[in-house]
């Protein structure tokens, strides 16, 4: 009967030698019962292993840790794989954030900003759109065609002179096709409330007037001029 040597066994079916270890024979197949003494002494030496040291998982061996082949029975170890090292990927920038365009609130426009026509230039401005043609009259000569009641004339008010104006206005479009400028009807607001005396009934009523009619003229009819003689006419 062949006589095992270290880290070898017999067969005891087929006398080949095999590692301590081994289960199952390779030449007959003849399957290993480990006694108590076999698993005794693997106990045993797994407990002395050291650092640097490994196990040969076929005879039971202590071995170098970097060892690929078991010295004692030719055991060979799989080459294990290396881990592949990847670099890391490089973190994406975050995107820029969008700018956040403040929100815009539309305000009305002051009064002052957008102001409204008078009645004197919506009337040019219609006129001359439908090339009508129109005497301009700056300087009026003659009695003023509306008269204005005495309550009105001794107690003026702001809206009566505007009321009194318009009808002016009216009479000189509806019945001459005649355009009074606002130093026309400044120039006969005189024949009621003293133009010529530099009252203060005289200068109120002939602010009102430019205020309301033409707000860029600034003629002062306090001052003490002579009634034209004749009407001057300006044609457009």
């Known amino acids: 009967m062949a006589k095992g040597s270290r880290g070898k066994k017999a067969c005891p079916e087929c006398q080949m030698l095999v590692g301590v270890r081994t289960s199952l024979c390779p030449g007959c197949e003849h399957e290993f019962v480990a006694g108590a003494k ?19 998982p076929d005879c039971d061996e202590i071995i170098g840790a970097a060892s690929r082949a078991c010295p004692h029975c ?38 002052c900003a957008t ?19 129109l005497n301009h009259i700056a300087v009026p000569a003659g009695h003023c065609p509306v008269t204005v009641s005495k309550e009105v004339v001794e107690n003026p008010t702001k809206e009566a002179v505007v009321e009194w104006a318009n009808k002016v206005i009216d009479h000189g479009l509806d019945n001459t096709e005649s355009f009074y400028c606002c130093s026309a ?11 010529f005396d530099g009252s203060e009934t005289g200068k109120t009523v002939v602010r009102w007037i430019s205020e309301e009619f033409d707000p ?13 003689e004749e009407e001057e006419e300006v044609a457009a």
């Open 74 to 111: 030719g055991f060979k170890f799989a080459k294990a794989d290396k881990p592949k090292i990847t670099a890391p990927k490089p973190a994406k920038e975050a995107p820029d954030p969008e700018p956040v365009e403040d929100e815009v609130i539309p305000q009305e426009p002051p009064i």
């Open 38 to 56: 076999d698993r005794k002494k693997a106990e045993s030496n797994k407990k002395s292993a050291g650092k640097g040291k490994k196990y040969c």
């Open 216 to 228: 860029q003229f600034n003629n002062d009819w306090t001052e003490d001029v002579d009634a034209p």
């Open 115 to 133: 102001p409204s026509l008078t009645r004197l230039a919506a009337i040019l401005m219609d006129k001359e759109a439908n090339k009508e043609r």
């Open 185 to 195: 009807i400044q120039y006969w607001a005189g024949h009621f409330w003293d133009r």
